[in-house]
Nanobody, 120 residues
Framework: QLQLVESGGGLVQPGGSLRLSCKVS????????IGWFRQAPGKEREGLSC????????DYAPSVKGRFTIFRDSAKSTVYLEMSSLKPEDTGIYYC?????????????WGQGTQVTVSS
C-alpha cells in the first residue's frame, strides 16, 4: 500500500525559505509522478509543481515559478519542494500526491499535508 508523508512545514518570515519533503513508502517512488499542491485558507486546493517518474521533467504554476524547485531523490524515496522568497500568500496546507498512470501529476494518492505559515 502506497503511503506519502509530508514534513518540513512551519512558520517562516516573508522572504524566507523552507524545504518540504514527501517520503514515499510501500511502493517504488520511480513508479509515480509526484505533485505538490496547496490549500490556502478559504480557497480550493491548487497544483503547484509536478515532477515526472524519471525526474527529467518538471512543471510549475505561474504563482511559484522561479521561487519553488521540485526534485526527487530515489535513493531516499523522497520528493522535495524547495521554497524561497516566500510570501504571506504562500500560507496554506501543502500536500504531495502520487500519479501512477500519467506524467501530469493527476492526484490518485494523497499525503496528510503539512502546514506552512508565512508571517512576520
Amino acid at each position: 500500500q502506497l503511503q506519502l508523508v509530508e514534513s518540513g512545514g512551519g512558520l517562516v518570515q516573508p522572504g524566507g525559505s523552507l524545504r518540504l519533503s514527501c517520503k514515499v513508502s510501500g511502493e517504488a517512488l520511480d513508479d509515480y509522478a509526484i505533485g505538490w499542491f496547496r490549500q490556502a485558507p478559504g480557497k480550493e486546493r491548487e497544483g503547484l509543481s509536478c515532477i515526472t517518474k524519471s525526474g527529467d521533467t518538471t512543471d510549475y504554476a505561474p504563482s511559484v515559478k522561479g521561487r519553488f524547485t521540485i526534485f526527487r531523490d530515489s535513493a531516499k524515496s523522497t520528493v522535495y519542494l524547495e521554497m524561497s522568497s516566500l510570501k504571506p500568500e504562500d500560507t496554506g496546507i501543502y500536500y504531495c500526491a502520487a500519479d501512477p498512470t500519467t506524467e501530469q501529476c493527476v492526484p490518485f494518492y494523497w499525503g496528510q499535508g503539512t502546514q506552512v505559515t508565512v508571517s512576520s
